[in-house]
């Protein structure tokens, strides 16, 4: 009967690490692009996100924020940092659409745009953008206004980079 016991408890233990050792979060494969732009030398970092901001209103884009990790950077290095800027922008509707059809989709929301200045001095507007076969796998609704949302984004980048208004 020990020796029952004995590999009884040596059989639990180790189930127990097993599972513990077990990761229990889900991955999934999903394709994403980076894309990039960079602002005019004519045109003002400052400049930059305000035509940023501009063309998001014009596509009914509302800013939901903005992380000014330079700051962070600095005040936890003691050291200036090359400004970076990470503005955060949401179509309300379309995520419910895209939330309805997949809540995977929320991993992309809100949307974000970033403004950074690198370590020669050139400005760049740089933005996750989902794979198009991804937005194509959604239903038509949703995936119309996925595709409506990308093109505003492209837009913006485009505009901030330019300082258009």
Known sequence: ????????ALLL?????????????SYFDVKLQIARIQVQDSVSFDDAIESLKL????????FVGVSQIYKEIAALTGQPAKRMEIFSFCDGLTANKMLNADPMMIAFMPCRIAILEDASGKRWVVSMMMDLKLVKGLPVEARKSAEQVMFAMKDMMVAASKGDI
């Open 1 to 8: 009967m020990k020796k029952f016991f004995m590999v009884f």
């Open 13 to 25: 233990v180790s189930i127990s690490q097993s599972a513990l050792a077990a990761d229990p979060l």
């Open 55 to 62: 063309r998001a209103n014009q596509h009914n884009l509302k």
